[in-house]
């Protein structure tokens, strides 16, 4: 009898770890790699200055006019300046046509 309490002690241990397992491969790899994203965005976003050149989620290449945190002004065309959310804000990828 004692023998197979032991054994069930063992048992619900090796769950336990596994389970623990698990939560540190998720947080290694799903987790983590998506704040740090988060993080790089969003200093981004807050490092936008007069002058630099982003691509807005809709694909439309940009200057930024003026950034006030959460909307910034941006010159698609001369003289035609639009208010966009920073959220939607990204740099230009390397290698595309100016």
Avoid: C
Wanted: proline share 4%; glycine share 6%; hydrophobic share 45%.
């Amino acid at each position: 009898m004692l023998e197979f309490i032991l054994l069930d002690i063992s048992n619900g241990w090796k769950t336990t770890i596994m389970i623990v397992l698990m939560i540190i491969v998720f947080y290694f790899f799903l987790i983590r790699p998506q704040s740090q994203q988060a993080k790089k965005e969003e200093a981004y976003r807050n490092g936008l200055q007069k002058g630099d050149r982003v691509l807005t989620s809709t694909g439309i290449h940009a200057t930024i006019v003026s950034n006030n945190g959460s909307m910034a002004q941006v010159e698609i065309a001369p003289n035609t300046v639009i208010r966009v959310a920073t959220k939607s804000l990204s740099p230009i990828p390397e290698g595309a046509k100016r």
